[in-house]
């Protein structure tokens, strides 16, 4: 994965530039099943130090700022990443995001925990865009956690519009059956998982060189093996659609 991706430099290696390392360890509690996806640094550590795929997002004062982790709604999608990242089964893992403990990252942003929630990714006339970087283009929403100096419990909270969008969005592709799919995925094995991950990079249709712009919402659909697009105005029109009672 490219480093853009990823946290800095964890304490404890030679190249850390000195900050103290805390001692709390605090925890995730999600109302909604989130997912996380890790990877083995190969740093020799009794506290098996791993770095946990981020995004840059823009900080324009009010937003989430920059390094917020990724979270996703399947633990499939992680795989996706992975794949196309080429990490073999052993180098990375996608757990609960309860299960995964943030201590790294508030090492660099100590009073709030950015985070983003993958939804999709972006694409251009039916290819997938690829970032300069060399990862694929992510459609996410951000969000931020506040973290208390008292509680280590920290809540990441996605609201109802956003899982409602995330629903929408695959009806709009004709993928009436995708909760199905992704019962699936869940009862998978890992190794069953990162299989099917592999058969969705090489069934992308093609990719669309950085810089072109993302008109396209991607989403794969395990079943049929197959990538669908939706038009983005499409998926905007959901997310500005008037809710009553909110």
Not at 19 to 24: M, W
Not at 61 to 88: K, R
Not at 99 to 110: C, G, K, R, V
Not at 130 to 147: F, M, N, P
């Amino acid at each position: 994965m490219s480093d853009d991706y990823q946290l800095p430099i964890a304490p404890g290696h030679p190249g850390h530039p000195g900050r103290r390392r805390s001692h709390r360890r605090h925890l995730l509690q999600t109302l909604t099943p989130l997912y996380v996806l890790i990877r083995a640094t190969g740093l020799a550590s009794a506290d098996g130090l791993c770095q946990v795929m981020c995004e840059r997002t823009r900080d324009n004062g009010n937003g989430p700022g920059t390094n917020a982790m990724v979270v996703y709604l399947s633990p499939f999608e992680a795989c996706i990443d992975a794949a196309w990242h080429a990490l073999a089964p052993d180098r990375y893992e996608v757990m609960a995001a309860s299960a995964f403990t943030p201590d790294e990252l508030l090492i660099y942003q100590p009073e709030r925990l950015p985070y983003c929630l993958h939804v999709a990714w972006g694409a251009h006339d039916g290819q997938l865009v690829v970032r300069r970087d060399g990862g694929l283009l992510r459609l996410a929403s951000a969000h931020s956690a506040v973290i208390s100096p008292l509680i280590d419990a920290i809540h990441l909270r996605i609201e109802l519009p956003v899982l409602e969008c995330h629903e929408r969005l695959w009806e709009q592709a004709g993928l009436f059956a995708h909760a199905e799919s992704h019962a699936r995925m869940l009862a998978a094995s890992d190794a069953e998982r990162h299989r099917q991950a592999l058969q969705a990079i090489r069934r992308i249709p093609g990719t669309a060189r950085p810089g072109q712009p993302v008109n396209q919402v991607a989403l794969y659909d395990v079943e049929s093996a197959q990538w669908h697009f939706v038009a983005l105005k499409l998926f905007e029109g959901i997310i500005q659609e008037p809710r009553s009672g909110r």
